[in-house]
Nanobody
């Protein structure tokens, strides 16, 4: 069975940093890509960052230059480093893994809170 373990998050002051990690295991197939969505109060769920098997990255415009996604293929783990955090970054961050043939699996989510 596929397992997803998401860690990180917390509460910080504006301008601070947080790091998220997402580890996945248990699949017979390889991973197409991994990343995070977030659910911000009053807004629809939106993609934040993604990284493909070959290392190509994509970010939503609001986090470009502040967030960095990376991966460790040997550990099947993705990392999201979030710097210069703003109050509007507050929300629940949900990691995902896109497996070949199987499809998407999701973590349980972690809360990120940024205060002024």
């Amino acid at each position: 069975q596929v397992q997803m373990v998401e860690s990180g998050g917390g509460s910080v002051q504006a301008g601070g940093s947080l790091g998220l990690s997402c580890a996945t295991s248990g699949s017979r197939t390889s991973i197409n890509g991994m990343g995070w969505y977030r659910q911000v109060s009053g807004k629809q769920r939106e993609p934040v960052a993604s990284i493909t098997r070959d290392g190509a990255t994509n970010y939503t415009d609001s986090v470009k230059g502040r967030f960095t996604i990376s991966k460790d293929n040997a550990k099947n783990t993705a990392y999201l480093q979030m710097n210069s955090l703003k109050p509007e970054d507050t929300g629940v961050y949900l990691c995902y893994a896109d497996y070949v043939y199987i499809g998407y699996y999701w973590g349980r989510g972690t809360q990120v809170t940024v205060s002024s």
